[in-house]
């Protein structure tokens, strides 16, 4: 599964934009570039373990519930781009799936908020406002890629 590369200091592509973008958050330069790399990047999505559910779930096979964590009356859905960040944030072993940001952005309905690198100093929390400005931006790029073969 490919995830984020971490640079011998131990940040990512990923952290290096984030930190970038926090200098100036209005900065247009700062915002593209961390939001495509966000779009490109492959994030493992922690999921809930089946078995815990007595066959009650309405699971479907080859289909897994992700992780959703509740905090201040909203809902999260939890992603770190290592899988190293998960297991320091989970405190063990858990059960994952990588998802590309572009997915997410795709997705990700309201009221859901995403929760990127929860636990660690490049930590953001993705508002539904923000997220549905992703989707828009995946959703011209997916109608403008077949303009772009023919």
């Known amino acids: 599964m490919v995830t984020a590369t971490e640079t011998p ?22 915002q593209s570039k961390f939001y495509d790399i966000f779009l490109n990047t492959t994030f493992c999505v922690p999921t809930l373990d089946q078995q815990e559910f007595d ?5 479907e096979e080859g289909q897994v519930l992700p992780l959703i964590i509740e905090s201040e009356g909203n809902d999260y859905l939890m992603l770190f781009d290592t899988e190293e960040r998960l297991k320091n944030w989970a405190g063990a072993d858990v059960t994952w799936v990588g998802v590309p940001g572009y997915v997410l952005a795709a997705t990700t309905m309201p009221p859901l908020h995403l929760a990127l690198n929860v636990g660690t100093e490049y930590s953001k929390q993705f508002l539904p406002d923000e997220i549905a400005w992703l989707r828009e931006v995946v959703e011209r790029c997916n109608s403008a890629a077949p303009e772009q073969e023919g």
């Open 9 to 30: 200091q131990g940040t990512t592509g990923l952290d290096q934009a984030l930190q970038t973008l926090r200098v100036d958050m209005a900065d247009a330069k700062r």
């Open 55 to 59: 066959g009650a779930s309405a699971v």
